[in-house]
């Protein structure tokens, strides 16, 4: 078996199969597989993904949809068993060509780090404008408790300590990295090589920009939070509790989730959307009412007022 197990999630987004695989069987590294998996997608995905035959890649279906997470747990426990160290690559993301062996060259020589990660050019389709994520070259633990300042592509674990800590958590639809990552850093640090190694790109789907996807982000960030001084015990009743009753019944609105949303809010004028063309009208009505309530909240806080104007316009969606 490989060293490297390279996987990837897609569900319907056969568009942007072709170039994100190519970068990924285009490492200077050897000792890798790719495990690309397809979430019961409705459109062409599976097939796109079936047209790669290189010995270093292998497609997967599943019969139902599964969630991402879920995805992620099934590969890592099937397919995972005698790889060395784990990476997670986003659908349609881009890898440059020495990421997997730079990566492993660092956990290689420094066995007390759980993770190693890089800089990311983030990119906004919509616009074309695009920006460099830079990090702290160490991330501790007490770094990540303020924020998730780590991409979840891009991001090679130690698999080892990946199963000591955890692993992923089923209850997180979103922001399951950073409880991943809250979990990794009680067991040493990660490192984040200074070099734009990954190229990541905010499709309209994903959960960084559709709004109704970022709010349970949101929230769910701030649950990992919540559990991350917890007792396993407590932490699975509150888990449970999750998902039997939505992480918006449970996890209580505060100043992180009101910060949150406004960051998305101004990011996404900041990068030259359309606020007013965004599909609210889709949203249920608990989020459009969950929306507008933080939204309500925001104008308080006089460094909001500043976008209010562009803002604003989104409150007609929110009273339909």
């Not at 490297?4 to 695989?21: A, E, K, L, Q």
């Not at 991402?68 to 995972?80: A, K, L, Q």
């Not at 409880?179 to 190229?199: A, C, F, H, M, T």
């Not at 007013?276 to 459009?288: C, I, K, L």
């Amino acid at each position: 078996m490989a060293k490297v197990i390279v996987i990837t999630g897609y569900y319907n987004r056969d568009w942007c199969v072709d170039d994100s695989m190519k970068s990924l069987l285009s490492q200077t590294f050897d000792d890798y597989k790719i495990v690309a998996f397809d979430d019961c997608s409705k459109d062409n995905t599976y097939e796109q993904l079936k047209k790669y035959t290189s010995n270093k890649f292998h497609a997967i279906r599943f019969e139902s949809n599964m969630g991402f997470v879920n995805g992620m747990i099934h590969i890592i426990d099937n397919y995972c068993k005698e790889a060395e160290y784990i990476l997670v690559h986003g659908s349609g993301d881009i890898a440059m060509p020495t990421l997997i062996s730079e990566e492993v060259d660092i956990l290689d020589s420094d066995r007390s780090l759980v993770a190693v990660s890089c800089e990311t050019k983030d990119i906004d389709p919509v616009t074309g404008k695009w920006f460099i994520a830079k990090r702290k070259e160490i991330t501790t633990h007490q770094d990540l408790i303020k924020e998730n300042i780590l991409t979840h592509g891009g991001t090679m674990i130690r698999k080892s300590d990946y199963h000591k800590c955890g692993g992923y958590s089923s209850t997180f639809i979103y922001s399951q990295d950073y409880d991943l990552w809250l979990k990794l850093s009680k067991l040493g640090n990660i490192r984040v090589i200074p070099k734009i190694l990954y190229q990541r790109m905010a499709y309209l789907d994903g959960a960084s920009v559709k709004p109704e996807r970022f709010v349970q982000q949101a929230f769910f960030a701030k649950l990992a939070k919540d559990l991350n001084d917890l007792k396993a015990e407590e932490r699975l009743k509150i888990e449970e509790n999750v998902k039997r009753n939505g992480v918006t019944k449970i996890v209580q609105i505060d100043s992180a989730i009101k910060k949150a949303i406004f960051k998305h809010f101004h990011s996404m004028i900041l990068k030259g959307h359309n606020l007013n063309e965004v599909p609210f009208v889709e949203h249920s009505d608990s989020y459009r009412k969950t929306y507008f309530k933080i939204v309500s909240e925001l104008y308080k806080i006089s460094t909001f007022k500043a976008c209010l104007s562009s803002i604003y316009k989104l409150k007609k969606y929110f009273d339909k």
